[in-house]
């Protein structure tokens, strides 16, 4: 198993993925909820820190300010992307969390698809379609991660 950041915009299906691979039996931390974040939206560091120290097999799923620099603990960072409009459209109906409701939040989720995905892209190590439907994309992470096949995925 392998330590994998699961990133990207609001909207792109993290959340999704995420509680697919929970499903599976996964050990999953989704750092949108708890008190992984301090009030200023980063991650916690020590919590973070300790999190990454005590789980060699874990799939971690956020977007905040200082992941990166927690990357070299991870041993892949995978970005979810999808078209503006399609984040737009999945934050505005979702029922799981309010961020992305408001026009306010909806033009913030805009400047961030221009000026933070094109950051998180540079340094992803591979990137997903969150089109995709989550079991497919449960599918590829669990192969990414598993040391006895090869990647790239076909």
Partial sequence: MARVLITGMS???????????????????????????????????????????RHADL??????ENQGRFYDKFDDVVLLSVPLEVALERVKNRTNNSYGQTG??????????????PLLRSSATIELDGCAPADDLAD??????????????E
């Fill in 11 to 53: 909207g792109t299906g993290k959340s999704t993925v995420l509680e697919t691979l929970r499903q599976r039996g996964h050990h999953v931390v989704e750092t949108d909820e708890g008190t992984w974040k301090l009030p200023d939206e980063t991650w916690d560091e020590i919590r973070i820190d300790e999190l990454l120290r």
């Fill in 59 to 64: 799939f971690v799923s956020g977007t905040v």
């Fill in 104 to 117: 306010e939040q909806q033009r913030k989720i805009t400047e961030y698809f221009y000026t933070v995905e």
């Fill in 140 to 153: 590829v992470l669990e192969r990414l991660v598993d040391d006895d096949l090869e990647f790239p995925l």
